[in-house]
């Protein structure tokens, strides 16, 4: 049984938000090494990868909850956030995510 549902959670923090500005994620093309690591790291789904290119590509920027995990793992620096007003950053492994939501 899941205690806390985060997809639930953003999705019910959207409908509140809306007409905010939130975040704008664009990425550099020509710096991104395809690496993948972004892909891996976002605790919520937010980039791909694109097979034809070998880039990270953003499909779901809503979701993106400006934790900047992506940005700290980004190993060539490619990532661009706009409109992120945040006080602390802070970063979000997927691996200590997992482990807490079996603690919860």
């Not at 806390?4 to 999705?11: D, G, I, R, V």
């Not at 900047?68 to 793992?73: A, D, P, Q, R």
């Given at each position: 049984m899941e205690l806390?549902?985060?997809?639930?959670?953003?999705?019910n923090l959207k409908k509140v938000l809306r007409g905010v500005d939130m975040v704008e994620i664009e990425i550099?093309?020509?710096?991104?090494?395809?690496?993948g690591s972004c892909v891996?790291?976002?605790?919520?789904d937010v980039y791909e990868m694109d097979e034809s290119k070998?880039?990270?590509k953003v499909v779901n920027a809503e979701d993106c909850m400006a934790c900047?995990?992506?940005?700290?793992?980004?190993p060539?620096?490619?990532m661009e956030h706009k409109n992120i007003h945040v006080a602390k950053?802070?970063?979000?492994?997927r691996k200590v995510n997992d482990i807490i939501k079996k603690i919860i």
């Open positions: 806390f549902n985060t997809t639930k959670f953003f999705h550099d093309e020509n710096a991104c090494v395809g690496c891996d790291d976002c605790p919520n070998n880039k990270t900047l995990s992506c940005h700290e793992i980004c060539a620096e490619a950053r802070l970063y979000i492994d």
